[in-house]
C-alpha cells in the first residue's frame, strides 16, 4: 500500500477515535504524524516538525492571553457597553456589525486571520453576556472575514489576481471579490435566521427607573439581564485606557504595518502585564490550551500528508478526470476538504495551476473556475481546525467546549458539503469568463 494510501487511512481512524473515545484529536494526530511520517514517509524528525503550525500557535496564545488581561481589567465590558450603545440597544444589530466590521478590515488589507483575531473575543463576549448564539457570533466574523477578503487591495485577493496573471489565465478581481462577498452575506443571512437572530429583534436594551438595563420587545414582559451602563459609561481608568491602547496597536500593526498578529499581541499582553500584574496573574491559565494543542496536532498532520504527497496525489487524480465539469466540482470540494485544515492561500496556489490543462480546451470558463476555487477554499474556514475557527473557539465564554466544538465541525462538515457545490453551480456551470 502506498504512502498516500496510509495516511488517508490513518486520518480517518484519527477522526473516529477522536469521536468515539473522547480523546483530544491533537494528540491522535501528533501520534498519527510521528507514525506515518517515520514508518510511511520516511521523514525525520525534522521533516515532521516542518509542518508544525508555529505561526497559528502563538496567535491562540497570544489573543487569548492578551483578551484574558482585557477580561480581567473590565476593558471586554467596556466595549461590549459601547457596541450597544453604537446600535442603540438593538441587539438584534450586533450580528451584522460584527460581520460588516470583520469584511472592512480583510478588505482593506488586514489577513482573515488578523481580523478574527481582533473581533472574535468582543464578538464572542457579546454573545456570553446577551445570550445570543456563540455559533452565530463567531460564524458572522468568519464570514465577515472571507465576504472582504478578496477585494482588489486585499491579501487573498492580490495573491489569486497574482496567481492568475502568472499563468496567463483571464481574470476579473470584480467578479471574485463580488462572488466571496455575495455568497457569504447569503450563508450568513441563513445562519442568522436559522441560529435566532430573527427572535434577536423583539430584544432591545431600555433603561428603567433603577438604571438596570433590561431586555424588552415583542409584547414579551420584560426580562432582567446583567447589569451593563447603557446609558451612564463605565469609566475609562489606567488599565482600560492601557488595554484600548493596545488594541489600536494591534490593529494598527497587523493592518499597516503588516506585522504578526499573534507576536504583537502577546507583547502587548506582557507589557500589560509588567504594568499590572494583578489583573494578569490569573491570565495565562485562561489560555485555552486543549484547543491549542487540538489545532497544532491536527495540522502538523497536515503538513505530513503535504510532506510525503498526499495533497499532489489526490490533485493529479482529479486533474486526470477525462469530464471537464466533474473535474471542476472535485476541484472545488478537494479546495473545501483541505482547506478545513490546511492554509487556503497556499491550496488555492495548488489548484488553480491543476486546472490549467482542463481549462485550456475551453469548455470551462477560467473567471468563473478561479472564483469558485477561491469560494470553496475559504468559505470552510469557519471549522474549527483552521486559524479563524479556532480563533472562535478558543475565544467562546460560558459555553461546554466539547460541545461548542462538536457545534462548530457540525457547522463546518455543512459548508464543506454545500460551499464547493454551490460556487460549481453559480460559478462554473454557467461559464463566467
Partial sequence: MSAEMISIIALVVIFVLATTLSINMGALAFAGAF?????AGGLDADGIFAGFPGDIFVVLVGVTYLFAIARANGTTDWLVGAAVRMVGGRIALIPWVMFVVTAVLTAIGALSPAACAIMAPIALGFAARYNISPLLMGAMVVHGAQGGGFSPISVYGSIVNGIVERNNLPGSP???FLASLIMNVAIAAVLYVVLGGAKLRRRELVRVGGGTDVTTGGGDSAEPAEPLPHEQRM???GPKLATLAGLVALVVSTLVFELDAGLTAITVAV???VAWPAHSRKAVNEITWPTVLLICGVLTYV???????????VGNAVSNVGIPLLA?????YIGGIVSAFASSVGLMGALIPLALPFLAQGTIGPIGMVAAIAVASTMVDVSPFSTNGALVLANAKNVDRDKFFKQLMGYGAIVVAVAPLAAWLVLVVPGWG
Avoid at 35 to 39: N, R
Avoid at 303 to 313: M, N, P, R, S
Fill in 35 to 39: 507514525l506515518v511520517g517515520t514508518l
Fill in 174 to 176: 470584480t467578479v471574485l
Fill in 303 to 313: 503538513g505530513v500528508l503535504q510532506e510525503i504527497g498526499t495533497i499532489d496525489y
Fill in 271 to 273: 507589557l500589560l502585564s
Fill in 235 to 237: 469609566p475609562l481608568d
Fill in 328 to 332: 471542476a466540482v472535485l476541484l472545488c
